[in-house]
């Protein structure tokens, strides 16, 4: 049985939480204006229960040069170091990013180093991001796709908790044929694996068509990679799902009046 002071100091951090992650929103309008694209919230138990003990989240992020960064970005500006700070601030708890992405990595390369660099690392939480250089750099992403869902059968079987984020929207990747059918894969993929989806592809599109960002404010000029401002809307936003899917149990647990 639960001890009733640890419940009642869950529940009074869950209302702080809750106020924290609105005013980290709200100090970035142009992110916030595409909060409501970037996915359903999925429970995650293993994250609320370490929430609950008090204790630090570890969380691997596997990805290319979106998760990596590139050389005119400083690392404190990329989305893994935004979402560690948003993150720690919404849950209150000590939130570790262990970076694992590569640049111009494929689906294929980030399978190959899946037990290396990220089930070896024992996570809580595994964020990939994924998809966009198999759109580019190869014609049909089939075997791409066999790929994805051989990693995360592998990440279930490890009873990791996954979160597929999807493509970036810039001019080199809307041109490419194969972009729709990666899209379609990723998401039927989460649906299958029952993981959590973080629609970047949605937020960025959202941002730019409600005119809140223009292109130019989220792709760098090489047409594919992602602005500071990008990154900080990634980071953010993915911080959020984080947090409320990982309270939601308690969240519904709590008593009403």
Not at 82 to 93: D, I
Not at 216 to 229: E, F, N, R, S, W
Request: charged share 25%.
């Amino acid at each position: 049985m639960r001890k009733t002071g640890v419940t009642t100091l869950a529940l009074a951090g869950l209302g702080l939480t809750l106020v924290l992650a609105a005013s980290a929103l709200a100090s970035e309008p142009r992110c916030n204006k595409a909060r409501h694209v970037a996915g359903t919230e999925k429970p995650l138990p293993n994250l609320e229960t370490r929430l609950e003990a008090g204790e630090p989240i570890r969380i691997v992020a596997l990805g290319s040069s979106s998760t990596e960064g590139t050389p005119n970005l400083s690392r404190k500006e990329i989305y893994p170091a935004v979402l560690e700070r948003v993150l720690a601030r919404e849950v209150l708890n000590p939130v570790e990013i262990v970076n694992r992405g590569k640049g111009g990595e494929t689906i294929a390369h980030m399978l190959a180093r899946l037990e290396r660099d990220v089930i070896a690392e024992k996570p809580d939480l595994v964020i990939w991001q994924l998809g966009v250089n198999d759109v580019l750099s190869m014609d049909g992403v089939e075997s791409a796709i066999v790929d994805m869902r051989i990693a995360l059968q592998r990440l279930r079987e490890k009873r990791i908790p996954v979160v597929l984020m999807d493509l970036q929207v810039a001019p080199m990747v809307d041109r490419d044929k194969d972009t729709p059918v990666m899209q379609a894969a990723i998401a039927e993929a989460a649906r299958a694996e029952g993981v959590l989806h973080f629609h970047r592809y949605e937020i960025m599109k959202n941002l730019v068509s409600t005119q809140a960002a223009a292109m130019d404010d989220l792709v760098m000029g090489d047409g594919l990679h992602m602005t500071a401002l990008g990154h900080l809307c990634t980071g953010t936003l993915l911080a959020q799902q984080i947090a409320k899917s990982s309270m939601m149990r308690l969240a519904a647990s709590r008593p009403r009046e």
